[in-house]
């Protein structure tokens, strides 16, 4: 009977992700990664053929991830569709509360990558622009929507503000591991969401 090598596969992308936002991906050697994870060579490429398909398929789970926490809080704010404006501040309020459950400052992929993006082909650097790229569109249509019934007391750029909503994330992520405060992150989205609620109040 064959083996199912996917708590292998699965144990090399954690072990991975975890040195790599230790010593970013260049810093990262495949014997580094056998130590971590206790696997022979030849176990490593019957998985990744190559490192740079490792990094892909890093990426590429980690995006899944990604998505999936913006997908499970569109899903929990379904119900205040109707209200816009009540859906996008709960949408916030979600993220909020689960920054404020981390005990350490958190790391990010997208970040990592980007600033090492000579490591990469496209095709990888493509999966972080559109995840990037799927957060500000999302936020965007959420905006939209409170747009159509609310009028803000300024004019916005819905495509700038939509992005001050990633920014935070990523500028706040550095700030965090930087001054190893874990709460920075969820402190500066009720900055937003205090905003939003000031714009339309």
């Not at 991975?16 to 994870?37: A, E, P, R």
């Not at 979600?94 to 990469?120: H, R």
């Not at 001050?164 to 709460?183: M, R, T, W, Y």
Request: aromatic content about 10%; charged content about 25%; hydrophobic content about 40%.
């Amino acid at each position: 009977m064959a083996r199912d090598g996917k708590p292998t596969r699965d144990k090399i992308l954690t072990e991975t992700k975890n040195l790599v936002f230790c010593n970013g991906f260049s810093g990262t050697s495949i014997d580094q990664i056998l130590d971590k994870t206790g696997i022979t060579k030849g176990a490593f490429f019957y998985h990744f053929k190559t490192k740079n398909a490792l990094a892909k398929a890093l990426i590429e789970t980690y995006a899944e991830e990604d998505m999936s926490h913006l997908e499970s809080a569109l899903q929990e704010t379904e119900s205040l569709k109707e209200t816009p404006l009540k859906r996008l501040l709960q949408f916030v309020q979600l993220f909020i509360d689960m920054m404020m459950t981390l005990k350490e400052p958190p790391s990010c992929l997208y970040a990592s990558y980007s600033y090492e993006s000579n490591q990469f082909d496209q095709e990888t650097m493509d999966i972080v622009s559109d995840s990037i790229l799927e957060w500000r569109n999302t936020f965007t249509e959420l905006l939209n929507k409170v747009l159509v019934e609310n009028t803000p007391k300024k004019d916005i750029d819905v495509q700038s503000l939509s992005d001050q909503f990633v920014v935070i994330f990523e500028g706040a992520f550095v700030v965090s591991k930087a001054l190893n405060d874990s709460d920075i992150t969820a402190k500066q989205l009720q900055h937003l969401k205090n905003y939003l609620e000031l714009l339309f109040d």
